[in-house]
Every structure is written in C-alpha cells, then in structure tokens.
C-alpha cells in the first residue's frame, strides 16, 4: 500500500521567518495531495491541496509544490505568525481514501 | 452550512463491550471516511462509504465495521473493545462524486477511551 514519509517531525522557528514540512510517497497512482493543519484539541482542517496535472500552488502565505517524478512535495509557510503553531499533515489520496504522514509540530516563536 | 458532525464526543467502555459512533455529513456530500489517530500510529485510514457502499477499506480487524444510511448519515462500530482502540475516531465527508478525490472535511471527533 501508499507509504508517505513527512519530515521534520518538528519545527521550531522565529515569528516571521518560513518554514518548509517535506513529504514523499510511494504510490505513483496518487493524485491528490492535501495538507491539513491540527491546533491541540481540535479537528484536521484542510489548508491547501493540490492535484497531479498541477506543479505548484498558492494561497497567501501558504504554498505547496509537488515533484510527481520525484514523488514529493512540500509546504511552505512565508511570514509565520504565532497563530501558525500546530501539527501539520500531508497526505496523498486516491478513491476518497487519504494516507497521512507522521505530521510535522510546528512552533512559531515570538 | 452546518459541518461534519460525530456523536458522542466522549466514550468511556470497558473491554470486551461494543461501541457505536455516528457521523453526519456536509449536506450534499455522499462520501464519508472514518479514521483512527492515536499518538504512535497517527491518523490511519478505517474505511470508506460512498452511497450506502463500502468503496474502500483500510487494515484494520473485522471487529471494525461501518454502514451508510440513505441520508448518508454514517456509524461506526467496534466490538469486542481491547485498549489498544483508545483513540480519536475521526469522520470526513467529501462529495465523493466518481473515485477522483475531492476536499474532505473532518468532524470534531469522538475520543473513545477502553479502560
């Protein structure tokens, strides 16, 4: 089955500075690529997704970029702000069936 | 537009009982997943159902099993609890439209604790 792979496991940065959160995967049939942000006690919420036939996206200061030969893709977070600190997954999905990453703890600094 | 929303939010059961969590999706949306995430094995994927029908299932024991109303209300079940089952079942509904993926929404969960 899918194996993604997420790394750092956390991430420690200064208010204002970027972060960037890899993830590989093994499926080349995956064709849907979502990150989900967790604040402690709450629900997975979609941030951003992006799809096979797309090399890169934007929304603010959150991008995602995929890589499909290489078979990964990363976020990347400009200007963070104390609000940004939390868990953050990627996943791949095919069929409505999602495989998440280990996900990646984020702290944003002030 | 009310969310995804699961029933109870908290269960206490003890082992060897069953235990039943409800989902009610997005309105319009037809696809709901269900998913476990505890601490060591994050958020692993249980199953899926997409008009009434199981379309995917994850690797979890047969003692895991779901179903779909015509509403696409959906419940999950567990029988015969261990306490390697504490964890936060999570549902997601999505529109599910054919079998290309599209944006899925979690509810808040339902923290199940088997002392």
């Known amino acids: 089955g899918e194996n993604v792979e997420q790394h750092p496991s956390t991430l420690s940065v200064q208010e204002g500075d970027s972060a960037v959160i890899k993830c590989t995967y093994s499926?080349?049939?995956?064709?849907?690529f979502p990150w989900y942000k967790q604040e402690l006690g709450k629900r997975p919420q979609l941030i951003i997704d992006?799809?096979?036939?797309?090399g890169e996206k934007k929304d603010q200061r959150i991008a995602v970029t995929l890589n499909k030969t290489a078979k990964h893709f990363s976020l990347h977070i400009t200007e963070t702000q104390p609000e940004d600190s939390a868990v953050y997954f990627c996943a791949t999905g095919g069929g409505n069936k999602l495989t998440f990453g280990t996900g990646t703890q984020l702290k944003v600094e002030l | 537009k009310a969310g995804v929303t699961q029933t109870p939010r908290y269960l206490i059961k003890t082992r060897g009982q069953q235990v039943t969590l409800s989902c009610s999706p997005i309105?319009?949306?037809?696809?709901v997943s269900w998913y476990q995430q505890t601490p060591g094995q994050g958020l692993q994927f249980l199953f899926e159902?997409?008009?009434?029908?199981?379309?995917n299932k994850g690797n979890f024991p047969g003692r895991f099993s779901g179903r779909q109303f015509s509403n696409s209300r959906s419940e999950m079940n567990v029988s015969t609890l261990e306490l390697g089952d504490s964890a936060l079942y999570l549902c997601a509904s999505s529109l599910g439209s054919g079998h290309a993926n599209t944006e899925a929404f979690f509810g808040q969960g339902t923290r199940l604790t088997v002392v």
């Open positions: 159902y997409f008009s009434e029908t199981q379309r």
């Open positions: 309105s319009g949306h037809r696809s």
């Open positions: 992006i799809r096979s036939n797309v």
């Open positions: 499926d080349s049939a995956s064709n849907y």
